[in-house]
């Protein structure tokens, strides 16, 4: 399951990776076309708009599979492990149900979106309204996901607070440090070392 899971991740960040680069494509070549040879891509709005919309729900699905949306975790690690996981089964149940008030707010403008067309290209704006759908979808299940692992105290749980966690990617933490060497007597931390005296 979690090689699948994988599996779709590389695609969407491949797609991801399409959209960027098609959206900044279109975007600099209308900047010169209108500057320079007072023209332009007349789709070109449209376009990076809609690939935006999708870039945004698409790269929130990915960053949520990896625990990288923002977080106060200070008061939940400071409590004890079972007051913690109880933190964490409550906040994974309003989460799911803002999930399915998003799902359900975006079935229907998909609905409604189909009956209107954008304004250049006349694609259907249900595009639009699928971009939050079919992420939150996702979302939905990495979010069940996880609170299944909670409530059956899998080893591969992430609760919010613990120190397992918060140490799950340390390279966002930024890169190790090694700590100073301590200075010799008599010499100031930050002077530099005395060659002559190294020779002897």
């Given at each position: 399951m979690k090689s699948v899971a994988d599996l779709l991740e590389r695609i969407t960040?491949?797609?991801?990776?399409l959209m960027l680069a098609v959206m900044v494509g279109l975007v600099f070549s209308n900047v010169v076309l209108r500057y320079i040879f007072s023209s332009g891509i007349v789709a070109a709005e449209e376009i990076a708009r809609l690939m935006f919309v999708w870039l945004v729900?698409?790269?929130a699905t990915v960053a949520l599979r990896h625990q990288r949306h923002l977080g106060l975790e200070?008061?939940?690690s400071r409590l004890p492990f079972k007051v913690r996981r109880a933190c964490a089964v409550i906040s994974h149940l309003m989460i799911l149900y803002a999930l399915y008030l998003f799902v359900q707010g975006s079935w229907m403008q998909l609905l409604i979106g189909m009956g209107t067309f954008s304004t250049v290209l006349r694609f259907p704006m249900a595009i639009y309204a699928a971009a939050g759908f079919f992420p939150a979808l996702a979302m939905a299940l990495i979010v069940l996901a996880n609170l299944w692992r909670i409530v059956t105290n899998h080893p591969g749980a992430r609760i919010p607070g613990d120190p397992d966690t918060m140490m799950d990617h340390p390279?966002?933490?930024g890169p190790a440090v090694a700590p100073p060497a301590p200075a010799a007597p008599g010499r100031h931390p930050g002077a530099a070392p005395n060659t002559a005296a190294a020779k002897h």
């Amino acid at each position: 399951m979690k090689s699948v899971a994988d599996l779709l991740e590389r695609i969407t960040e491949w797609i991801m990776a399409l959209m960027l680069a098609v959206m900044v494509g279109l975007v600099f070549s209308n900047v010169v076309l209108r500057y320079i040879f007072s023209s332009g891509i007349v789709a070109a709005e449209e376009i990076a708009r809609l690939m935006f919309v999708w870039l945004v729900f698409l790269g929130a699905t990915v960053a949520l599979r990896h625990q990288r949306h923002l977080g106060l975790e200070i008061l939940q690690s400071r409590l004890p492990f079972k007051v913690r996981r109880a933190c964490a089964v409550i906040s994974h149940l309003m989460i799911l149900y803002a999930l399915y008030l998003f799902v359900q707010g975006s079935w229907m403008q998909l609905l409604i979106g189909m009956g209107t067309f954008s304004t250049v290209l006349r694609f259907p704006m249900a595009i639009y309204a699928a971009a939050g759908f079919f992420p939150a979808l996702a979302m939905a299940l990495i979010v069940l996901a996880n609170l299944w692992r909670i409530v059956t105290n899998h080893p591969g749980a992430r609760i919010p607070g613990d120190p397992d966690t918060m140490m799950d990617h340390p390279e966002s933490h930024g890169p190790a440090v090694a700590p100073p060497a301590p200075a010799a007597p008599g010499r100031h931390p930050g002077a530099a070392p005395n060659t002559a005296a190294a020779k002897h």
